[in-house]
């Protein structure tokens, strides 16, 4: 088999067969198969597109190209779940000890971020003492124990992925339907989850702007999810405003666990829970969705949710303190607040442009290299449809630098008023399962 025999091929708009895609991943992974033809061969993948059963072969063997973890003697059915990219998205760290408290084992592997603000590891940091580097043993007991643990990704998980993602990211052919999905679903399947539960973002502030796209991205993962024998769930939701209040890192933990302590409801609540029923459903727990929802609410409502984690931090080494006394959180030293210069409503907030003031701050990255200011953050006072007066405050920034003049505009230009009130965007637009 020649690597320019599969290229012709593919250039030549015809169907790789799953012995020629794995010859690619192999060699490249193997580095016997040099950069420009790997290019070459990503290029005609791009122009021509996957066929769902490339697709799918391209997912299992980049599974294959590093090592997998093996969960299954963890009990019951594993449900993973994963957002493609949100500002303030922090639901991942709700519905863990929601999910947990109702029996289902949640073993998530999570990564760090890279653009506005940090990932589900570096929001984690903002606790003190909390340790994200449990040992695979450690990692298993823990979920076996207390049906909850989460930890960094190995470094050897997937590696044709990460192979793949920075020749892409240098040669035009990142925005790809079947190489995104083979991306996203690699990882997630190579971390052993019997089923996952996907979020796929669209709105101005997601990877997805056009809902067509971010459908077309659904389809094709649930679709990977059938063919690789694994349940896939995918919820289409809004990224047009960031979620919730709070976007940063140690003030979205805060927004957590208010949310899980009843004392916050918003849109937030709202996308968590039906996340939570969604897992419920997909680990069999529950066969009905109102029956899975009730149990959602009851232990947000009787507190076994805050209560597990309660458990959750301080086996993980953290300082569970901070869930009653929010000082134990890193704090900022400067603050700025954004007043509203007419009356008017809330027409738009732009998600991308308030992440953007967020990684300005210091609550993202704009390199791999940067540290992350786990107290940065801006706190939303005032949402779509909201009602403002001139001189009312919008929002306020915070972080222990001093705020910028670039981050106070670049939120500014975030908030569009006008004097017509804008409906509340739709938050689920959309739902696919592999069932």
Partial sequence: MLMKDIIEKKRDKQELTEEEIRFFIDGYTNKKIPDYQASALLMAMFLNDLTPDEIAALTAAMIDSGETIDLSSIEGLKIDKHSTGGVGDKVSLIIAPIVASLGVPVAKMSGRGLGHTGGTLDKLESIPGFDINLSKEEFVDTVNKNKIALIGQTGNLVPADKMLYALRDVTGTVNSIGLIASSIMS??????????????????????????????????????????????????????????????????????????????????????????????????????????????????ANGQAIEKLKQFVTTQKGDASFIDDYSKLPQPEHFYELKAEQDGYVNALYAQKVGKSAMLLGAGRASKEDDIDHSAGITLKKKVGAQVQSGETLAVLFSRSEIGQEAIDELKGAYVISDVKSEVPTLIKGKLSSK
Avoid: C, H, W
């Fill in 187 to 300: 990882k997630k399947l190579a971390t052993g989850a019997d089923g996952i539960v996907l979020d796929v973002k669209t709105g101005y502030g997601a990877f997805m702007e056009r809902y067509e796209d971010a459908e077309k991205l659904a389809e094709t993962m649930v679709d990977i999810g059938k063919k690789l024998g694994k349940n896939v769930t995918a919820l289409i939701t809004d990224m047009n405003q960031p979620l919730g209040a709070e976007v940063g890192n140690a003030n979205e933990i805060k927004e957590v666990v208010q949310i899980l302590k009843g004392e916050s409801e918003n849109e937030l609540l709202e996308l968590s829970k039906q996340v939570a029923v969604e897992m419920l459903l997909a680990s069999e727990t529950y066969k009905d969705k109102d029956a899975a929802l009730r149990a959602v609410e009851e232990v947000l």
